[in-house]
């Protein structure tokens, strides 16, 4: 079975960088889209990034902040912020799904995600 292990995860500051991890087991992550969410409390899930062997995308509120990678001979996913700002402060979700999309009910394996705070 698919398994997403988000890892990372902390307290920053303002203007502050995070490097988050995502290990995934069961399947190598090249034949899969994988893609980053967050949830803030009280709001929806929200697109963070996503990669595939085509290329990435990106929402709109971290745009050349936040950088998407893969390491297929680690099977892991890797998610910078830069210039952090309190309003990012989230859960952080890594998915993987069968093509690259900004809709979380397109993502079939999520992992248990991991809790990313910005202090202003």
């Known amino acids: 079975q698919v398994q997403l292990v988000e890892s990372g995860g902390g307290l920053v500051q303002s203007g502050g960088s995070l490097r988050l991890s995502c290990a995934v087991s069961g399947r190598t992550i090249s034949g899969y889209a994988m893609a980053w969410f967050r949830q803030a409390p009280g709001k929806e899930r929200e697109f963070v990034a996503s990669?595939?062997?085509?290329?990435?995308d990106f929402g709109d509120s971290v745009k050349g902040r936040f950088t998407i990678s893969s390491d297929n001979a680690e099977n892991t996913v890797y998610l910078v912020m830069n210039s952090l700002k309190p309003e990012d402060t989230a859960i952080y979700y890594c998915?993987?799904?069968?093509?690259?999309?900004?809709?979380?009910?397109?993502?079939?394996?999520w992992g248990q995600g991991t809790q990313v705070t910005v202090s202003s």
């Open positions: 990669i595939t062997w085509s290329g990435s």
């Open positions: 998915a993987a799904g069968s093509k690259r999309a900004t809709l979380a009910q397109l993502y079939g394996y």
